[in-house]
């Protein structure tokens, strides 16, 4: 009698959770996916326009900004990196506000979204931007960024930022 008492009962109670997690999943995922999608927009936006509160708005504050690049006489590799503050100082700056409006990409891909945390990739005017965010304090924020230089003959601008 125990036994079919404790299975009725981890039935009904794996029944309600995953009734409700299925709905509850379904509809945060597609927030979350929403939300995610505009942090990387406030982010990319934010630097074409030079708008720094914006881009203050997509970033953690410990954000790291990193790129690797490589002395063409040595053949090393050197990791070039900022933080938050830096970047939205640059922003308000108006360092990305040179790219003209037709050279302004941004091609937004959300590659990953798993609980708190997802990967979005951006093809923006002449580099990509991968960007790692996570669920801080219940908004989904930048915390980490690893970009690269696209190749000449796939850029539409020569400048870098």
Known sequence: MKVKRYITALTIY???IVGAGGQTETSTRRDDRSE???AALDYIEGWY?????RMERALHPEL?????????????SSL?????MTLVQNTGKGY????????????ITILDVDRDAASVKIDAATWIDYLQL?????????????????????AQGQEQR
């Open 14 to 16: 794996m029944t309600l």
């Open 80 to 84: 070039n990196q900022m933080g938050a």
């Open 134 to 154: 996570a669920r801080w304090n219940g908004a989904w924020k930048i915390v980490n960024v690893l970009w690269e230089v696209k190749p000449a003959d796939r």
């Open 96 to 107: 990305g506000t040179h790219f003209p409006k037709d050279q302004q990409l941004e091609t």
């Open 36 to 38: 995610i999608r505009q």
């Open 49 to 53: 326009s030079g708008d720094a509160q």
């Open 64 to 76: 790291a900004k990193r790129m690797v690049s490589t002395d063409a006489k040595t053949g090393k």
